[in-house]
């Protein structure tokens, strides 16, 4: 079966620097979002892009924040000058259309030292 | 706003028992309701998905009721085992805000 996969699983970085991480949804779908999971805490939504734009962020998606899809298969996640509090998990989502599933990867664990 | 609670926020039941996990949401107005499993450390697996204009879904032992109007959902888990050890959370998809928002999530333990 199809599945949305995540690189790296795990990255650890210093405060201050800025990561990226990657996304390959699965092929056939045209929705994708970000989502994040501080430890303990909810899922929360930080993006959702479609036709190459984002059609909607959240408060915490701010201009430390950005998006891209750079080919027909990556959809990546840039944090720019990281903070202690941007330690989570993040995770890519996608989508056939907005009224279909949303599958999830395995996610990526941000470690900001 | 959008707000999801699900109770109980933890359950440990037997092997074998039926059980019931609720999910409610204050703004009836959803595109869908998605029911999902999270292992510690892992991603989220999409269980079931239910679009507004149904009632309910089944797969397998697992089976999802939706009554928009009055902003709930349940998970009922027949039979339950071990292996459905794991914390179970709902989503709720609505248009408005193009995204899904989760409730914190309920951690069910089945013990042999």
């Known amino acids: 079966e199809p599945e949305v996969t995540q690189t790296p699983s795990h990255q650890v970085t210093q405060m201050g620097q800025e990561v990226i991480l990657r996304c390959v949804p699965i092929?056939?779908?045209?929705?994708f979002y970000w989502y994040r999971q501080i430890l303990g805490q909810k899922v929360e939504f930080l993006v959702s892009?479609?036709?190459?734009?984002?059609?909607?962020k959240s408060e915490i998606f701010d201009d430390q924040f950005s998006v891209e899809r750079p080919d027909g298969s990556n959809f990546t996640l840039k944090i720019r000058s990281t903070k202690l509090e941007d330690s989570a998990m993040y995770f890519c989502?996608?989508?056939?259309?907005?009224?279909?599933?949303?599958?999830f990867g395995d996610g990526t664990r941000l470690s900001i030292l | 706003k959008q707000e999801v609670t699900q109770i109980p926020a933890a359950l440990s039941v037997p092997e074998g028992e039926n059980l019931v996990l609720n999910c409610s949401f204050t703004?009836?107005?959803?595109?869908?309701l998605q029911w999902f499993r999270q292992d510690p450390g892992k991603g989220l697996t999409s269980l079931l998905l239910?679009?507004?204009?149904?009632r309910e879904q089944t797969s397998g032992r697992l089976n999802a009721s939706l009554d928009k109007s009055s902003g709930r959902s349940t998970l009922y888990i027949a039979a339950s085992q071990p292996g459905d050890s794991a914390t179970y959370l709902c989503?709720?998809?609505?248009?408005?805000?193009?995204?899904?928002?989760f409730g914190a999530g309920t951690r069910l333990a089945v013990h042999p």
């Open positions: 989502a996608s989508s056939e259309t907005v009224r279909q599933p949303q599958h």
């Open positions: 092929s056939n779908h045209l929705y």
């Open positions: 892009f479609y036709n190459n734009e984002i059609s909607e």
């Open positions: 703004d009836s107005a959803i595109y869908n």
């Open positions: 239910i679009q507004s204009s149904q």
């Open positions: 989503a709720v998809f609505s248009g408005g805000y193009n995204k899904l928002i």
